[in-house]
């Protein structure tokens, strides 16, 4: 009797989650409640709505990607393998095929820096050779981008791979015939690796320049990037009309920002140092 | 016979008693429901709409704020032909953190609630914000905030309510607050025969001075400086405010990537000889000296106990910040003034090379309320929180009842309030102690290297806590290595939530709505990834620095 309750209580709960994760007017009508979930970054529900549908390429996905990213239910071992299934199935949908590589090669990529914990436990798998599959599969997207993201963190990191990786980057964004939205994230790890690698300020502030012109998505990011812009050639490249440029700029977006007071002492040095020439 | 008689005449009395107690309790608990429910016009009125509002701030004026608030908005709604009832529940900070939690879990909170928590918690009970930040706020028409959006009507964006491991907002801040000096102007005039407070650090010292001599005088356990001994906030306070003043210039040097300082490079400049040490420890030797005006026995004195001794008239300058300010000034038996942590000046030995006061706009702005998932009325509470956070009724609330500093922009203030506002007569810019800010053990141990020095006035301060800083080196190491560790494993979330965020791209109508808000967040992730390969490679470079470290009076002088 309490069994027989119980499972009406569980199959109606699960009906509720569904139709709970089911609501949103601009969504997919089509796409399971798993992904939804999934989407909500509610693992647990997700997981259980994966479930219910197992046969199928989502079903499979969210059951994979929950095992890899569910801290509370963590089985990575389980969820590469079902990714792996997914990835190296051509008739697997391109989306569920490329996120399940992205996500695969990701998280071989982190085990096999941290061989100290994880052993060799990710060796079996070539996470090169899934984003490289990824980027073919699905070129200028938004997992290609993700996919390259990660790969050129790795390859800059390589000192004799270093140079070829800093012009391949640079191919990327000359050849890249996506969405430019995607780009920003780029833009900053090549400022960043511009500057850690090279101290190639010149080519730090190209980068910088144009992810802020597209505009980065965290607001932070947007306000200590123009400061970091205007700083960079004021400090570093001793370009005068690029710096007062971008500290105006600052200055009129920003004027409550704690910055602002260090900006207002930039252009004024500016100023004088211009006066007196 | 009669023994009996009276036992059951007692036992019919007391049968009485308890029926009608239960009773006067039945109608107590139906008074109380319909009052917490919303009062008599809701319970027979079913349009009536009730949301609640919760907080932890039971602070002089918070409550009367809110209320006035409440008020307006009843008023607004009713004119548009709603019928809205709100709420307002206050709950004691220290019970807070347990009532929330088990609010949210049970599935029936407030439904505008005061957040506090791990990220977590709030991405998994909060609404994220993010689709409605990018409009205007409905509520600021006619006002100076009118054509920014709900994001650029605070006077930070929106920064402090970002939650970076979400990439999300599930919150907006409502105030804004400073750190400030409190005086007893009775005291202080009676000890100095000065009317004019102190502005530099070299005046406040003779002042304190002046203040002791007078309590040995008289004969009263007079206390110059009062402060929050028990957790070191005050030491942290000073310690900060004037390494800033010493050695702001640093930002311009302090980091490869830009403006700033990273812990790693100073101490490579110090290595190299570039940097020579003592400019920073010369913050220790001023805050040893402010010490000795402390009370004795001061690290066990905390919050209320400090202010306690305040009321009590003996102390003569209080630090803290103004969330006390109202309660202090009103409270307290002689006249209260509000000064600015004095500025280092050229009178003072170490002041010669200072920079003067540093900004604080753009920081301490706090007081973040969010929209559980589980609000039956989520259009009426988003509505309810953009009118709490619109021009005219924040000033109602913060600064009209609570003499706190709003979180918007284009709010002026007056009188006492204007010593609050944030210091932006400078042009410099606060730096943090690669002491102190290169983990929490590092933070602890530097007040507590900081507090022995005050106790134990070594001849030479700096040199002292040089060594003390030595001398805990591996520990302080072990604890940046897993700091280091603490970022790989964030990585590992961080590509789950990329992960999550690709779906909602992947499920989502192109272009729609919710594709461009998935995108956003993405890019968000990954610009944060970004920040995280930055501060590992950070970590890396300081603990080889740390590890080049010379005994004091070798390198880097």
């Known amino acids: ?277 | 016979m009669k023994q009996k008689m009276d036992d059951v005449q007692h036992a019919g009395k007391f049968q009485k008693v308890g029926i009608v107690l239960a009773i006067a309790f039945y109608i107590l608990s139906v008074i109380m429901v319909i009052r917490n429910y919303g009062g008599m016009s809701v319970m027979f009125d079913p349009d009536t709409k009730v949301i609640t509002i919760a907080h932890w701030q039971l602070e002089d004026g918070f409550r009367e704020g809110i209320n006035a608030a409440i008020a307006e908005y009843e008023k607004a709604k009713a004119a548009e032909g709603v019928k809205v009832k709100v709420r307002q529940v206050a709950v004691p900070v220290r019970g807070y953190p347990q009532w929330y939690l088990t609010q949210l879990i049970g599935g029936e909170p407030a439904d505008v609630l005061e957040i506090t928590g791990s990220s977590d918690i709030l991405n998994q009970y909060f609404t994220p914000l993010s689709p409605y930040i990018g409009e205007p706020n409905p509520w600021n028409k006619g006002t100076p905030l009118q054509d920014m959006s709900w994001r650029e009507s605070f006077a930070d964006d929106m920064l402090s309510a970002l939650d970076t491991a979400y990439s999300e907002f599930f919150a907006v801040c409502t105030f804004m607050h400073t750190t400030r000096v409190y005086v007893n102007l009775d005291l202080f005039e009676e000890a100095t025969g000065k009317k004019q407070l102190p502005e530099t650090l070299s005046e406040w010292l003779e002042d304190c001075k002046k203040m002791r001599e007078y309590g040995i005088k008289t004969e009263r356990p007079i206390i110059p400086i009062g402060v929050r001994g028990f957790d070191k906030g005050t030491l942290g306070q000073l310690f900060n405010n004037y390494n800033s003043q010493l050695n702001t210039d640093l930002s311009d040097t302090g980091s490869p990537y830009g403006f700033g300082v990273m812990p790693g490079e100073l101490f490579r400049q110090i290595n190299s000889g570039e940097l020579d040490k003592k400019r920073l420890l010369e913050p220790v030797e001023i805050v040893t000296e402010i010490g000795q005006y402390f009370a004795d026995g001061f690290p066990a004195i905390d919050l209320e106990q400090t202010k306690y001794l305040f009321f009590s008239g003996n102390v003569g300058f209080f630090i803290d910040g103004t969330w006390n300010a109202f309660s202090m000034i009103n409270n307290a038996p002689f006249r209260v003034g509000v000064i600015q942590i004095p500025m280092l000046d050229q009178g003072h030995p170490l002041g010669a090379k200072a920079f003067g006061r540093i900004t604080e706009l753009g920081s301490g702005i706090s007081g973040r309320f969010g929209i559980p998932k589980k609000t039956k009325h989520f259009d009426l509470a988003l509505d309810f929180l953009r009118f709490l956070t619109s021009w005219k009724v924040n000033q109602l609330v913060m600064v009209d009842h609570c003499k706190w500093m709003s979180s918007l922009k284009e709010v002026q203030y007056e009188g006492i309030m204007k010593t609050f506002e944030p210091v932006n007569n400078t042009s410099h810019t606060a730096i943090s102690s690669p002491f102190s800010a290169t983990g929490s053990l590092s933070t602890r141990l530097t007040l507590q290297r900081l507090e022995n020095s005050i106790i134990n006035r070594p001849a030479d301060p700096m040199q002292y806590f040089w060594d003390d800083y030595l001398s805990v080196r591996p520990q302080l190491i072990d604890e940046v290595e897993e700091a280091s560790r603490g970022i790989l494993r964030n990585l590992w979330s961080m590509d789950g939530t990329r992960s999550a965020l690709s779906v909602g791209v992947a499920i989502s109508a192109p272009q729609s709505l919710n594709a461009k808000l998935y995108q956003m967040r993405s890019n968000i992730n990954l610009e944060g990834i970004v920040s995280r390969f930055r501060a590992a490679d950070g970590n890396v470079t300081l603990v080889e620095e740390m590890k080049k470290l010379e005994e004091y009076g070798k390198n880097g002088n």
Not at chain 1, 59 to 72: A, I, K, P, T
């Open chain 1, 1 to 277: 009797m309490f069994k027989s309750l119980w499972i009406f209580a569980v199959t109606f709960a699960g009906v509720g989650l569904a139709a709970g994760a089911d609501s949103g007017p601009s969504e997919k009508d089509e796409a399971p409640a798993a992904l939804k979930a999934y989407a909500a970054m509610n693992y647990t529900q997700a997981d259980k709505l994966a479930k219910q549908i197992p046969d199928t390429p989502e079903g499979q996905l969210v059951s994979g990607l929950c095992d890899l990213y569910d801290r509370s239910h963590q089985n990575i071992a389980r969820g590469q393998q079902t990714l792996s299934k997914l990835f190296y199935n051509d008739k697997t949908p391109l989306d569920c095929r490329a996120e399940a590589g992205v996500a695969l090669g990701r998280t071989i990529q982190l085990m096999k820096e941290r061989r100290g914990l994880y052993g060799a436990a990710a060796d079996r798998y070539d996470h090169i050779k899934i984003f490289d599959t990824v980027r073919q599969l699905a070129p200028d997207s938004r997992y290609d981008r993700d996919a390259f993201f990660y790969l050129m963190r790795e390859r800059l990191e390589d000192p004799r791979r270093s140079d070829a990786a800093f012009k391949e980057l640079e191919d990327y964004f000359r050849n890249f015939k996506g969405d430019r939205n995607l780009l920003p994230p780029l833009h900053l790890l090549a400022e960043y690796e511009y500057i850690r690698l090279r101290r190639d300020y010149k080519s730090a502030a190209r980068h910088l320049m144009e992810g802020y012109e597209i505009g980065f998505a965290n607001p932070n990011e947007n306000r200590s990037g123009l400061f970091r812009l205007a700083f960079l050639y004021y400090k570093k490249l001793n370009d005068k009309p690029m710096a007062v440029k971008y500290f105006n700029e600052y200055l009129t977006r920003y004027p409550y920002s704690g910055l602002a007071v260090v900006a207002k002492r930039f252009q004024q040095e500016l100023e004088e140092d211009g006066a007196k020439k």
